[in-house]
């Protein structure tokens, strides 16, 4: 048997020239209409005065997330996740309640907000390609990109890849790798020269945002049958000590008429 | 012979009711569109805001105001407090309604809404969106059950009434257990978002909070509907029972408070309470209408003896406890904020609902109202139930 890989990108912000060929190559591989898109390049646009001027892009879609939030948070199991890393979206089994798009950190899943129900409405995102990495392919974004901006590759392997690229080249980055721990670790590894939140991406923990959810969740079941055990007993006791006020009144007053008649 | 021939007028509708079915009317035609042509076209949820009013307005705050269905089946069956018996059957009532109207709201809001019984078959243990939708459905199930006697004693079929209230405790600790669940969860719904909720309302002990501010709501509630009842359906109101439940309303709300309290300091977040701007204004509004303004006016004897003062009373606390929904699950939620070439699906990041998304919701509580009325004027919801010999 052999072992899984698990697959990851890796972008590096100071090679993006966002000429956004990715999310061309992205939606002809895919078949996306012209008014939707799965990547979207975000960024900081320019910065500074002349010459001092600044610009980054970054080539945003699926982090697919080691433990997604998405996967936990749909009431009808439309989310899995593969062993080999892609986070994948079952639109057959999804009722379009949306819980996933406010779940997820980074606002990926997006809705057909167009279609009705004829047509159905679905939610759409980044599916790491599965058609082309399973015949040994790299993912349309990443096989087209001009510059090398978008590697892809095994997890274990880009992580050291990415970390020799800080090391060799202290100056040109801040000097951590998005997505190695974020939100439990990402498959969607970033590399930059500005600070992450000016490419868009939010502040997060090593702690997936779905862990406080999942906790509280997991009380359900035994309170559930706590709380249902506590209320019987209470109405048993209840209805018991009722019952036997009630008799002793009436014993009380049985007692009383017998005590009046032998008078 | 002296014939005297009454002409009724054929079609005798009072205008509240023309004005109710209309607003059904345009709700049910603005529904259409939306099944035709996608959620998008009536409403102004977007990738960004992807729930918004119905959400806050028909989930949170209907589920919220109908939470005295469980508390007085509670009183009257479990703690055997009969003296309330003639509160349940209103209360029941309202619950019955106010989850139909959720029901239906989702069944606007949903993507797939001929696919809401999935959530029947195919279950993600770990969402607390799957707890809360089993919990409604068979909570609708439940009180249909409990409303049951009210109907057959209405068509006069008193066998299926005595039959039904026979087997009803164990139906009224199930109505109870799913009730608390599912009052509790919906704050859990929102604890996946700890980084898009503000910090005075995201704790993993929103379930707690919201558990405890459903009962002050169910008891304001009661107090409201049997009021406002008591003036227009014209019938004597049970004010010494009212004034016993408001007496309870100041110790949730106190108890509430310290729970609320406790936790921003325990959390060190009490630096927000003057430093979050719009969202420390919202956090006071919601504190000072919802639990201390009621808190002070329920603890007073002459206002809970005066029918008008319960009705405010129970009003203000309705206000302010809306406003904590709306908080918690609208207003202090923020999305990241925009950024550039951000393409058109990403852009809209503010949010206000649209007018013919209000107008669903009011057309769906119009159909609420609506029924209520139908029902106190064809069945015996005022009356207290019948004695049937197997009750001791």
Redesign the interface.
């Known amino acids: 048997m052999t072992e899984i890989k698990h697959k990851t990108f890796l972008f590096d912000a100071t090679r993006c020239i966002?000429c956004r060929a990715c999310m061309v190559a992205c939606s002809v591989e895919n078949k996306i209409p012209m008014?939707?898109?799965r990547i979207?390049?975000?960024?900081?646009?320019l910065k500074g005065e002349y010459p001092n001027l600044e610009r980054a892009?970054m080539v945003y879609h699926c982090m697919h997330c080691n433990e997604p939030?998405c996967?936990?948070?749909?009431?009808?199991?439309?989310y899995s996740k593969r062993l080999d890393g892609p986070v994948v979206y079952n639109p057959k089994?999804?009722?379009?309640?949306?819980?996933c798009?406010?779940?997820c950190?980074f606002?990926v899943p997006?809705?057909?907000?167009?279609?009705?129900?004829?047509?159905?409405?679905?939610i759409d995102k980044c599916t790491m390609c599965p058609q082309r990495i399973d015949i040994g392919l790299e993912p349309a974004c990443v096989a087209t990109c001009p510059t090398e901006a978008l590697k892809f590759g095994e997890r274990d392997d880009l992580l050291k890849y990415a970390h020799d690229r800080l090391a060799a080249q202290p100056a040109r980055y801040v000097n951590h790798v998005y997505g190695e721990t974020e939100n439990g670790g990402t498959s969607y590894f970033i590399l930059s020269h500005v600070p992450f939140n000016e490419?868009?991406l939010?502040?997060?923990s090593s702690r997936p945002?779905?862990d406080?959810?999942?906790?509280?969740?997991g009380f359900?079941i035994p309170?559930?049958l706590g709380?249902?055990a506590v209320?019987?007993g209470?109405?048993a006791g209840?209805?018991l000590y009722?019952?036997k006020k009630?008799a002793d009144a009436r014993k009380l007053e049985t007692s009383e008429s017998q005590a009046e008649e032998k008078k | 012979m002296n014939l005297q021939i009454k002409i009724h007028p054929r079609f005798h509708m009072k205008p509240l009711v023309v004005i109710l079915l209309a607003l059904m009317g345009i709700a049910f035609i603005i529904a259409m569109v939306r099944y035709a042509n996608g959620i998008g076209t009536i409403s102004n949820l977007s990738n960004s805001y992807p729930w918004g009013f119905w959400i806050s307005f028909d989930l949170f705050t209907g589920v919220a105001i109908s939470s005295g269905a469980f508390l007085m089946a509670a009183v009257v069956y479990i703690f055997e407090l009969k003296k309330f018996r003639p509160l349940v059957r209103p209360s029941v009532l309202t619950g019955f309604l106010g989850y139909t109207m959720v029901v239906i709201a989702l069944l606007v809001d949903l993507g797939h809404p001929e696919r809401i019984w999935y959530m029947m078959i195919h279950w993600n243990h770990t969402s607390v969106l799957l707890e809360i939708g089993i919990c409604v459905m068979s909570y609708l199930a439940v009180l249909a059950i409990e409303f049951a006697p009210v109907v057959f004693e209405g068509l006069k079929w008193q066998k299926f009434a005595h039959f039904i209230h026979r087997f009803i405790m164990p139906f009224v600790i199930l109505g109870v257990v799913l009730s608390t669940l599912h009052q509790s969860s919906l704050g859990s719904l929102l604890l996946i978002q700890p980084a898009k909720l503000h910090p005075l309302w995201w704790t993993p002990i929103l379930p707690i909070l919201f558990f405890v501010s459903a009962i002050s709501i169910g008891l304001s509630m009661i107090i409201f509907e049997s009021t406002l009842s008591a003036r227009y359906f014209h019938r004597g109101l049970e004010i010494h029972l009212l004034d016993k439940l408001a007496k309870v309303i100041p110790i949730v709300l106190v108890v509430y408070l310290v729970i609320k309290f406790s936790q921003l300091t325990i959390a060190g977040d009490l630096k927000y309470l003057f430093t979050g701007g719009l969202m420390s204004v919202l956090f006071w509004a919601e504190i000072l209408i919802g639990t201390v303004t009621p808190t002070i006016l329920f603890s007073t004897k002459r206002i809970r003896q005066s029918a008008n003062g319960l009705l405010l009373s129970s009003v203000i606390l309705l206000l302010g406890m809306i406003l904590n929904r709306f908080n918690v699950s609208w207003f202090g939620i923020t999305h990241p904020d925009p950024i550039t070439y951000l393409p058109a699906f990403m852009s809209s990041v503010h949010y206000i609902p649209s007018l013919p998304e209000v107008l669903v919701s009011i057309g769906i509580f119009s159909a609420g109202i609506l029924a209520f009325g139908l029902a106190v004027k064809y069945l015996p919801v005022f009356e207290a139930e019948e004695h049937h010999g197997t009750e001791s």
């Open positions: 966002d008014n939707k898109t979207w390049v975000a960024g900081i646009g892009s939030d996967l936990s948070a749909c009431p009808v199991g439309a089994k999804c009722i379009g309640c949306r819980y798009m406010n779940a950190p606002g997006h809705f057909d907000w167009d279609k009705g129900l004829i047509e159905g409405a679905f490419l868009g939010p502040e997060l945002v779905k406080v959810s999942e906790e509280v969740m359900t309170f559930a709380w249902g209320l019987t209470l109405a209840v209805h009722n019952q009630e």
